[in-house]
């Protein structure tokens, strides 16, 4: 059957309490929910932990992050599983996931639901949706084995775990030591006649979804509290393809001493740039195998110094808002694709985005 929520006879809300009304083992795996969906189905997900396990995983939220009563509501209800059976309870991945699987076992028989619908009102009953209750047991067999795998996958943790952020937030805060920390005098910035190349460093956005200027997007790593937490917004390191590491003014690396042996390089230089009226200079490092790496130096603050003079660039050209992934769209909204940098000497460049 096919649910759409075009009618009332037509939403999978109905046909989903009704297969976890005396169900022994319930798996969940949706991109995104809705709390009064939660709060509504409730009693009867308790129910399904009484008899079994009660295992819900949500997708898409610990980048974006939650608004205050769902992430309030997640926290009850994965308190309140975990009371009755410590297997149960809510997962986040960590891992962007956007499909919505919903598997339904009682004493052996499986009811399997596929589709588009959310763990939501809207997904369940209001927004028009296409969603499949699958028969066919090759399938079922099947989306048993990719469940299980999203439920065991490094990159999917406890709710308990994940330390997860405000959704919407409209002001980023700065780093400590930002961007603002580096600005120098106009008469301190080497003349640009000495010039003697540049490097034009493409940004493969599209291949580097979770890396480079979307390090955001990455998995995350513990904070302080030992909880997984997505990387600061501003964070970035530049990852170079071979073909641009080995133009001739690309900034200059030795072998890095600490990997002996190894394809790891490092190197430093200088930075200066212009952002507004305002000129800047930060301390960058390059690394990794072949050096192709690039940020700013911890001494200048962190990885994050760059990515805030970088981001900053696209936000205020309104092509990028916070939260949102840098694509080649993006880029092409921008106006450019690469960032230049331009050798004064050896320990000295300029950059241009």
Aim: aromatic share 10%; proline share 4%.
């Amino acid at each position: 059957m096919l649910f759409t929520n075009i009618t009332s006879a037509k939403t999978l809300n109905k046909a989903f309490e009704g297969s976890i009304e005396s169900a022994d083992n319930l798996k969940v795996a949706s991109g995104y929910f809705g709390y009064p969906l939660i709060q509504a189905l409730k009693p009867k997900l308790l129910n399904v932990a009484r008899r079994g396990e009660c295992k819900i995983l949500i997708g898409m939220v610990f980048h974006s992050g939650l608004a205050d009563k769902q992430l309030i509501e997640l926290e009850n209800l994965d308190k309140d599983l975990k009371k009755i059976n410590n297997d149960s309870g809510v997962f986040i991945s960590r891992q962007e996931y956007h499909g919505k699987v919903y598997h339904i076992a009682e004493k052996g028989d499986e009811t399997l639901y596929i589709g588009s619908s959310n763990f939501s009102t809207h997904g369940f009953i209001s927004r028009l949706e296409c969603t499949v209750k699958v028969d066919d047991e090759a399938i079922k067999k099947e989306s048993t084995a990719y469940l299980n795998y999203l439920f065991s996958k490094p990159t999917t943790s406890k709710l308990s775990d994940v330390c997860l952020q405000r959704k919407n937030r409209k002001v980023i805060s700065r780093p400590l030591n930002g961007l603002d920390s580096y600005k120098v005098a106009a008469n301190t910035v080497p003349n640009k006649a000495r010039i003697v190349g540049f490097v034009d460093i493409e940004l493969n956005v599209d291949k580097q979804p979770a890396s480079s200027l979307n390090l955001f997007f990455d998995k995350g790593r513990k904070d302080g509290r030992g909880k997984y937490a997505p990387r600061p917004w501003f964070e970035i390191e530049l990852s170079v393809s071979m073909k641009d590491i080995k133009k001739p003014f690309y900034p200059p690396t030795i072998p890095n001493p600490k990997q002996a042996g190894g394809k790891s390089r490092i190197g430093y230089f200088n930075a200066y740039f212009q952002k507004g009226q305002n000129n800047y200079k930060i301390k960058m490092v390059v690394s990794a195998d072949n050096g192709k790496n690039i940020a700013s130096h911890k001494d200048s603050g962190g990885r994050s110094t760059f990515g805030e003079y970088i981001k900053g660039q696209l936000e205020a050209a309104n092509v990028l808002r916070i939260g949102e992934r840098i694509t080649s769209d993006t880029l092409a909204n921008y106006g450019r694709s690469t960032i230049k940098l331009s050798k004064i000497d050896d320990d000295n460049y300029f950059i241009e985005f």
